[in-house]
């Protein structure tokens, strides 16, 4: 079993910056797939790796958004810049130990979840 739990949600100003945590406890290895979602209030994959390094990215958020894992940490971040006030939603991690590397925005490839943390961008 994984437990999964997200850090680094908060309040901050359009054009501002903040950087979300993952933690994963539990049996991890390095085969591990990980994403980002949001929901506000439909569920909106927002980045997702996978273990052969592929990267994935919504439209809504490439060039701004940053995804990467420390192994060594099992941990998940996301790193935001520039955000806007349409990026307000709550931010949920997600992991499972197989994924189709064509579908890691895709809610159903994960079976883990983290009990999200909530981001607000004021304008």
């Known amino acids: 079993r994984v437990q999964l739990v997200e850090s680094g949600g908060g309040l901050v100003q359009a054009g501002g910056s903040l950087r979300l945590s993952c933690a994963a406890f539990?049996?991890?290895?390095?085969?591990?797939?990980m994403a980002w979602f949001r929901q506000a209030p439909g569920r909106e994959g927002v980045a997702g790796i996978k273990?052969?390094?592929?990267?994935t990215y919504a439209d809504s958020v490439k060039g701004r958004f940053t995804i990467s894992k420390d192994n060594a940490k099992n941990t998940l971040y996301l790193q935001m810049n520039s955000l806007k006030p349409e990026d307000t939603a709550i931010y949920y991690c997600?992991?499972?130990?197989?994924?189709?590397?064509?579908?890691?925005?895709?809610?159903?490839?994960?079976?883990?979840w983290g009990q999200g943390t909530q981001v607000t961008v004021s304008s």
């Open positions: 539990g049996y991890i290895d390095s085969s591990i797939c």
């Open positions: 273990d052969d390094g592929t990267i």
């Open positions: 997600a992991a499972s130990f197989s994924c189709n590397r064509w579908l890691l925005l895709h809610a159903s490839e994960y079976r883990y």
